[in-house]
């Protein structure tokens, strides 16, 4: 079974589908990927109970600073039980559970305030139920989708269960982009593809969550990018099958420089 993450790693480049899927070369996550790894954690697990937190705790009367704390309050627990659990990882990593939990709770301080801002204006507008369906619409975490007959699955972060329809959702913790990458792109046209197909519903676009800054850029998705997908589908399965190693691989600095693969690669890099 191919999954969403071959095809963007195709997209990045295609000798990392032939080094991870045909030799099943495994390298150790970098500290970056941990860090990723634990940030993803905390945005998950919070979102999954804010929902339920602020339905039972608030009142019509409930004060800016109250919401604010009880926001607060739950993220912080998210991120201990997360930094926790992940703990050796970390440190194998060279990662302080420290110095990022000192950082997630700086983090964490400011988001409540904003997301507190906008449960309280939507509050001055209507009931609290109602703000808080405004805010935090109902969602399913971490949700895998398989379909057989495609050969394709993957593990959407968030899907946001709107009257329209489904949407899918992708967390991102490192660098903001005003436009989707190729990849990014990617990834959320497999998830709307393989949505469609589960679900019976079109669904036109999909969201990048930028955690770091609590930020949502909704990207389209259309039948052009769902084709392509399709098409990319058959070049991974193509290479994994046949174990065909690619003979034509664009060698780039910046991406070969950041590859953790590249000690691996046939392909002289250089670096």
């Known amino acids: 079974m191919i999954t969403v993450t071959d095809l963007c790693d195709y997209v990045w480049?295609?000798?990392?589908?032939?080094?991870?899927?045909?030799r099943r070369i495994k390298v150790p996550p970098t500290p970056a990927m941990v860090r990723g790894t634990v940030l993803h954690k905390v945005r998950e697990d919070r979102e999954a109970r804010e929902r339920i937190v602020l339905t039972n705790a608030l009142e019509e009367s409930t004060?800016?600073?109250?919401?604010?704390?009880?926001?607060y309050s739950n993220g912080y627990q998210c991120?201990?039980?997360?930094?926790?659990?992940?703990?050796p990882r970390l440190e194998k990593a060279g990662i302080d559970p420290i110095e990022l939990?000192?950082?997630?709770?700086?983090?964490?301080?400011?988001?409540?305030?904003?997301?507190?801002?906008?449960i309280k204006r939507a509050m001055a507008a209507t009931d609290v139920r109602t703000a808080i369906d405004i805010v935090l619409p109902d969602q399913r975490a971490e949700e895998m989708i398989e379909d057989g007959p495609l050969g394709l699955r993957g593990r959407i972060d968030k899907i946001d269960e709107r009257r329209s329809g489904?949407?899918?959702?992708d967390y991102k913790t490192g660098a903001y982009h005003?436009?989707?990458?190729?990849?990014?792109?990617?990834?959320?046209?497999?998830?709307?593809?393989?949505?469609?197909?589960?679900?019976?519903?079109?669904?036109?676009?999909g969201i990048i969550e930028y955690t770091a800054i609590d930020r949502q850029v909704p990207v389209l998705i259309d039948d052009e990018h769902k084709e392509?997908?399709?098409?990319?589908?058959?070049?991974?399965k193509r290479i994994v099958e046949q174990r065909e190693e690619p003979k034509e691989v664009e060698i780039k600095k910046e991406k070969c420089g950041a590859c953790h693969y590249r000690e691996h690669?046939?392909?002289?890099c250089g670096f």
């Open 178 to 205: 005003d436009e989707p990458t190729p990849g990014q792109q990617v990834q959320l046209a497999a998830y709307a593809l393989l949505l469609e197909r589960q679900r019976g519903r079109p669904v036109p676009f």
């Open 13 to 22: 480049c295609p000798h990392l589908v032939y080094l991870k899927k045909v």
């Open 265 to 268: 690669c046939t392909y002289p």
């Open 101 to 118: 939990m000192s950082f997630l709770k700086q983090e964490l301080k400011l988001e409540s305030i904003v997301r507190a801002a906008r």
């Open 79 to 87: 991120a201990k039980n997360a930094v926790l659990k992940f703990r």
């Open 63 to 71: 004060p800016f600073s109250e919401i604010q704390s009880i926001i």
């Open 228 to 236: 392509y997908v399709l098409a990319l589908l058959d070049e991974v």
């Open 166 to 169: 489904p949407v899918p959702v």
